[in-house]
């Protein structure tokens, strides 16, 4: 049997990853305005997101703009975008599952294996997750690299990584570190029930008894 601490422990490794995915798909900073060149504006910070473009003024004021159409987005953002949702519902799928699972609660207490094959199946979910997430900030972190190297690229229209890039890559890597643990609730036996006593062997008969 599989350690409850263990496993615990996973769950709470990958619940935190998917909700660092959630907040890493939210957030508008991916990618960052770089202060390159000789034209320093440090007056204004600009950074994109998924979902829209905002630009931070030094008086504080913010101003973002939604990105409005959908099939004039760069292919990238677009393959990003749908792969972080499908990490998100994946990693609630694997919620659902693996709550079944975990020892502490009393879903199929009566099935021990079956339990625990509920565990293992959500952790296996939450590593598929982990690595849908690790894609797609992987993708696009390397198109940000593509585009700032591009000599192409006017210096003063590079971006580097930002904040929620990050987050994404600790939200994969938490997810795949708590459904490795998770699939260790992986069951040894075929089933938990004592293994029955042979029963004892009759004596021969000598054949002594007959006339």
């Known amino acids: 049997m599989a350690n409850a ?9 990958a619940f935190l990853g998917w909700i660092g995915a959630i907040v890493s798909t939210a957030l508008p900073q991916w990618k960052i305005y770089s202060y390159a060149g000789d034209n320093i504006v440090t007056a ?8 829209m473009a905002c630009v931070s003024q030094s008086t504080g004021q913010i101003q973002c703009k939604v990105f409005d159409s959908l099939l004039n987005l760069d292919s ?8 972080m949702v499908v990490g998100i519902l994946l990693g609630l799928i694997a919620i659902f599952v693996s709550t079944v699972g975990m020892k502490c609660m009393k879903c199929l207490e009566d099935n021990e294996v079956q339990k ?8 296996m979910i939450f590593l598929i997750a982990g690595l849908v997430i690790l894609v ?3 993708w696009y972190g390397n198109r940000i690299v593509q585009q700032f190297y591009d000599p192409l690229t006017p210096v ?13 890559w600790a939200a994969a890597s938490l ?27 009759a004596a021969p008969s000598s054949g002594k008894d007959y006339v």
């Open 5 to 13: 601490g263990l496993q615990l422990l996973g769950f709470i490794l």
């Open 76 to 83: 990238t953002l677009q393959a990003t975008r749908a792969l």
């Open 156 to 168: 003063n229209a590079r971006y580097e990584f930002g904040q929620a890039l990050f987050t994404g």
């Open 44 to 51: 204004q910070a600009m950074y994109e997101g998924l979902w």
């Open 136 to 138: 797609a900030t992987a």
């Open 116 to 123: 625990m094959w509920m565990a293992v199946i959500g952790g």
């Open 175 to 201: 997810c795949l570190l708590g459904g490795s643990l998770l699939c260790c609730s992986c069951p040894r036996k075929t089933t938990s029930y004592p293994t029955p006593r042979p029963y004892p062997k």
